[in-house]
């Protein structure tokens, strides 16, 4: 199980990152981060919508009202140009975070 | 026997109670736990466990407010909360500044009060004067302090202009209202009187808009990040 301050900090970078992919609602977003980290990020889900509302007060992602497949209404989010270029800026952080540890670990067993 | 329609109104009635909005975001979590609920329910759930798991899953109310708080107001939303903490202000310093004019012209000797003691003077006597005018000076400073509250984000200065916009508006109605008060203030024409006034409130509303609009478009301070999990 990941540490909850980690599920804090990838929280947006992950949610962009999802909506990159295109658009999708709360519940899939929740379903598909579970299945993703292997049920690893546990995230209460109703946690997920301040989440989603403060990417959109941002300006980071867009939303709309839909219907499913059955007839059920549904709020769609999608990434928005700033998203894109925010989701960039995370991915690079997030690599340099990664490089530095990758490179501790490889002197480690030098 | 399980009422599941009665479980979901009950669970919106206490989201609804510790401040959670309708229709956003109330709308979307109902959604959420519905779909849950339903998910729980093909695994094999009874209806009554699966809205249990279901409400649990999505959180309790308090702490999705506290999250949900940390999210900045919008702009025309921040535009309007002004505005209403302005009128009530207002509304708060006129009946605060009545109470005052009408506790200064009142003759409160033991001779008017205590001499006269009867339900008349009571009803309508300076007695009666004291005790509405000190009531209505307790409720329109309460009417200012509650203006005040709803400021709390507002800057500094934001707070100084509205307030001295509040007293400046508040006193060309008095002077309108109580033709004394210029007279009061040495200003023995009440037509440059309401002049002078109409300046500062020409200047201080100018000054209180422009704040506010600054206030609201720059960027707000990041507070804590908002956590997906509590």
Known sequence: MLKRELVAA?????????????????????????????????????????????LEHKGLIKARWGESETGRKRKYYSLKKDGHKALAKHEEQWSLVSAVLAGLRKEKYV | MFNLEQAIEDW???????????????????????????????????????????AKRVGEAQILEAEFKKIPAKPQKKLFQIFCAMSVGLVGWLICLHALV????????????GGSFSLENLLVGPLANLIMGLGSFVFGAWLIWRAGRSLKSM??????????????????????LVPNLAKIAHLANPSRAILLFGVIVAVTFLGVLLTALINCFKPSKDRSPTSPVN
């Open chain 1, 10 to 54: 990838s929280a947006e970078p992950l949610i962009l990152a999802l909506l990159a992919r295109g658009e999708s609602y709360g519940y899939a977003i929740i379903q598909d981060i579970k299945a993703r980290s292997d049920n690893q990020m546990q995230w209460t889900d109703g946690m997920l919508y301040p989440v989603l509302h403060r």
């Open chain 2, 12 to 54: 919106r009635q206490k989201m609804l109670a510790t401040g959670i909005e309708t229709p956003v975001p109330l709308e979307e979590l109902e959604l959420h736990l519905r779909e849950e609920m339903e998910r729980q329910m093909r695994s094999g759930l009874s209806e009554e466990k699966a809205f249990e798991m279901a």
């Open chain 2, 102 to 113: 009408q506790l200064i012209d009142t003759d409160f000797s033991f001779a008017t009060i």
């Open chain 2, 155 to 176: 800057t500094f200065i934001a707070k100084i202009v509205l307030g001295a916009s509040v007293i400046a508006f508040g006193l060309i109605l008095m002077t309108f």
